[in-house]
């Protein structure tokens, strides 16, 4: 299984990106193609004292570089001999089984529909990031950022694509699909909530998908369902809502609660290997990165301040997202939906 890294993209390249990779060879056994200035990247590995590649790791040269305010509808053409779109072209090409980058998301996103295509019948890729919940389990939210303005079909098929998505990546077998609104009736929320919630409905009467209905944003941490569904707009602020809630807490705890006396500040000695890994699942350093869902082969978007820990684990997460693919079963579901439609 071969990795496609950008090494040019993100506040932290090429750095994070070189030294992330390198780890991931060694963690993981992983195969990588770095992708940029083959003079940056190897002046990367020989001030951090990397005297060669690791075994699997190979370079491939992309003089240019997106750059974050390029307009993302003009980058392939603008910007062809950048490493990410060069990246994007080698995995379209069968040159490696998953993609990561911490470019510019708009570019990444019009550069995977347009270079590496949709799966046939998607309408609008979508970002799917998995956090943890209270229940002890895992929820994706679909979308957190792709597409701000949806029609009920998208909403629609984010949750078939969301459906199959839990079930091969994170193991559940009949995930509950819930619709991010207002309140939990039928009647709350705007057109483009009801239509959509009966479209969702449509599609568990045909047995595609477990939709439970409508989820308040207070129970999704809760692990009220397993996928949430909601246009790009919303889902991108329900999940910095709970980052800041989580970075809130944990601060609370730390300076309110923890150093507030000697005793206390003895007790989180004891305390802290608890808190540091609850704080961590939070960590978009711990998770990698998000996969753009709905595209053919896996495309990971790496948070733009990245470090080569990020990185490291973006590396990992391409690997499973390749292994656990859900294109063809996808592809296959959307269009039984096609079918009944046109029945």
Known sequence: MRIIIDAMG??????????????????????ITLVGKVEKILEVMRENGIADLPDGM????????????????KVIHKRKDS????????LAEGKGDACVSAGSTGALLTGATLIVKRV???RRAAMGPVMPNKAGGKTVILDCGANAECTPEFLL??????????????????????LLNIGTEDSKGTEL????????QDAAAQGLINFVGNVEARDVPLGAV???????????????SIEGTAMFMGSLMKHRIFKRSVLSKIGYLFCRPGV????????????GGTQFLGIKKPVIKAHGSSDALAFRNAVKQAMDAAEHDVSADLEQALAKIKENTND
């Open 157 to 178: 098929q984010f949750g078939v694509v969301g459906s199959l998505y839990a079930q091969k990546y994170i193991g559940v077998e009949n995930p509950r699909i819930g």
């Open 276 to 287: 540091n890994e609850v704080m961590g699942m939070l960590d978009y350093r711990t998770i």
């Open 10 to 31: 993100g506040d932290n390249a090429p750095q994070a990106p070189v030294l992330g990779a390198v780890q991931a060879a060694k963690d993981f056994d992983a195969q």
């Open 58 to 73: 190979e370079i491939a040269n992309a003089e240019d570089v997106v750059d974050m305010h390029d307009d993302p509808a």
């Open 120 to 122: 046939k019948g998607i």
């Open 226 to 240: 397993d996928v949430v569904v909601c246009d790009g707009f919303a889902g991108n602020v329900l999940l910095k």
């Open 193 to 200: 909530q009801k239509q959509a919630y009966a479209l969702l």
């Open 83 to 90: 490493s990410m779109v060069v990246a994007l072209k080698m």
